[in-house]
């Protein structure tokens, strides 16, 4: 269940003590206005879901935290998880938990239990074995949590034990055919001694002047790319946070909570130095999460503030043009212009914000003003003044974007030629007997164009350097020794790699490699059909429960 996550994380370890604390303490808080659709007679969506709650098909908060908890056990960090990652997980884990009690498996014993816990990635060293230290330290650290204790911890850590017992009996054998084994180690331990020659795409600036009938031709071959889509115009009146900061206070209790709830957003790294030198943790902070506290109070209040102005406006039935300019001078409120904008690109004005699109979009000359819109400062209401359908702009409205386009269109393409060039010249060169560093320097003199060409030392794909990139590393695969690969070109490089030599592992099924080989390629394989077998044990569930309205 976890090993796609495994998979992926497992050469980025690193262990933070306080990162179990910090993201398992999940704070939910929903911001609205009067006119979000909460409020009297709504309705909730409830399923179930192996006798769990779902909101929809979302894991309940509580099994998302349990979730949470889990993986930094196993990996000892959330190891970039995203949020729809983290939900999956939640619901195959609590399915491989309704799996083990339909088939009764026990918990672990307490030999199982220890043995589980020494392979606990959160309690690994530098070393990759158990570090009894960290452990004693993780313990020490629950006393002065104040969401999670030790209990919390042994309860998830039975659980997943008991999973582990399900995603073995679900995993199966695990075939692996020979000729697998050595393909992988083909890849994995194969020895390279490697030359790379990487191209700056900004120091190739060949001269293009395209014509008339070159710029009318590209145009009309591409003209979708110039597309204009719907498009409105607006005017807005707006409401800012810091107009109501003077007005919040909050006492100490509430800031404490708040830091609390939220303390991954204020680490104590942050505070001014003088503060910790002489203060720890919460004190440090303070003046900044009391300052964050009170600024999202004081953008509620301005939510609030144009959430009686646009009730005001509807009361009174207020009409555009003058009616609406009297009503916001009354208000002291000033109207202000917005640019015109798309549905996929809000108003500069406000941030680009998708919230201000998606409201002006619903306006027009029947509803010509908006609800309260959040904003990244306080809160706005937009107001309808035209809008444009998607269209078609001549090639004169946008001929220097055209050009543009042209230009690099065509440099693209030299780009691509001279890639052809270089090859053909350091190859030439290279038969001559001339160094690769040397041969690449000629080509690049007689180019006009900046080219870094190095020798690596020998490495296998498994130690390879940080820096070897994809495209240096997806050349290998069908590259021999003695053999220069064509210019692989990404957005600003051309990487022309040559290989000086290629050692083959030992590839004899008698060989110990050959068997951890073998065996970690079994493990991988029946996994992953323990994996696809959950899902589709969390898909048929899903299908089978029908939402309830209650």
């Not at 991954?264 to 720890?280: E, I, V």
């Not at 055209?402 to 690099?408: F, K, M, P, T």
Request: charged share 25%; hydrophobic share 40%; glycine share 8%.
């Amino acid at each position: 269940m976890i090993s796609w996550i495994q998979r992926n994380f497992q050469h980025h370890f690193r262990l933070v003590f306080g990162l179990i604390l910090a993201v398992t303490i999940v704070s939910f808080v929903v911001s609205y206005g009067p006119s979000a659709g909460l409020g009297r007679g709504q309705k909730v969506v409830v399923r179930d879901f192996f006798g769990h709650k779902l909101d929809g098909a979302s894991p309940a908060a509580g099994d998302l935290m349990d979730a949470r908890l889990s993986i930094n056990l196993q990996l000892g960090g959330p190891g970039g998880i995203t949020a729809d990652q983290m939900a999956t997980y939640a619901l195959q884990r609590v399915a491989a938990l309704h799996i083990a009690d339909q088939f009764q498996l026990p918990g672990p014993t307490p030999a199982e239990l220890t043995e589980f816990i020494r392979n606990l990635r959160l309690f690994m060293g530098t070393s990759g074995q158990f570090d009894a230290d960290r452990y004693a330290q993780f313990r020490a650290s629950l006393r002065n949590s104040p969401g999670l204790t030790e209990g919390d911890v042994l309860r998830i850590i039975n659980e997943d034990a008991r999973i582990a017992k399900v995603q073995g009996l679900l995993s199966g054998p695990g075939y692996v055919l020979p000729a697998d084994v050595r393909e992988q180690l083909d890849r994995s331990d194969t020895t390279w001694k490697v030359a790379t020659a990487v191209v700056d795409y900004a120091s190739f600036k060949p001269r293009i002047t395209p014509t008339d009938d070159q710029v009318a031709k590209f145009f009309m071959q591409n003209s979708f790319r110039y597309d204009v889509p719907p498009t409105v115009s607006a005017s807005y009146v707006e409401f800012p946070a810091m107009a109501y900061y003077g007005a919040v206070t909050v006492t100490d209790g509430e800031v404490r909570a708040y830091y609390d709830a939220n303390r991954d957003r204020f680490p104590a790294s942050d505070a001014p130095a003088r503060d910790k030198a002489a203060k720890t943790g919460f004190d440090a902070v303070r003046p900044r999460v009391e300052a964050s506290l009170k600024l999202e109070r004081a953008r509620n209040l301005a939510v609030q503030a144009a959430s009686d102005t646009v009730y005001s406006l509807y009361d009174g039935k207020v009409a555009a043009g003058a009616p609406l300019e009297a009503a916001m001078a009354a208000h002291k409120l000033r109207i202000r212009n917005l640019a015109p904008f798309s549905r996929d690109a809000g108003p500069a004005e406000l941030g680009g914000s998708p919230e201000a699109a998606e409201a002006a979009f619903k306006l027009g000359a029947d509803r010509y003003f908006s609800d309260a819109v959040p904003t990244a400062t306080g809160a706005a209401i937009l107001f309808y003044r035209d809008s444009r359908p998607a269209h078609t702009p001549l090639l004169a409205e946008v001929r220097d974007k055209v050009v543009a386009d042209y230009i690099e269109n065509e440099r693209r393409e030299e780009f691509v030629a001279l890639g052809r060039t270089l090859h053909d010249s350091i190859s030439a060169s290279l038969g001559r007997g001339v160094p690769f560093e040397k041969a690449a320097a000629a080509a690049a003199s007689s180019s006009s164009v900046a080219i870094a060409a190095k020798v690596l030392p020998p490495f296998t794909l498994e130690t390879a350097p940080k820096d070897l990139g994809e495209t240096v590393e997806g050349a290998l695969s069908h590259l021999s020794k003695g053999q220069l690969s064509d210019m692989a070109i990404t957005a600003d490089k051309g990487y022309l790699v040559y290989v000086e030599d290629r050692k083959l592992p030992v590839l004899a099924e008698s060989s110990p490699r050959f068997a951890e080989v073998r065996g970690q390629l079994a493990y991988n394989s029946a996994r992953s059909g323990a994996e696809s077998t959950l899902a589709q044990i969390v898909d048929q569930e899903l299908k089978r429960s029908e939402p309830v309205l209650k």
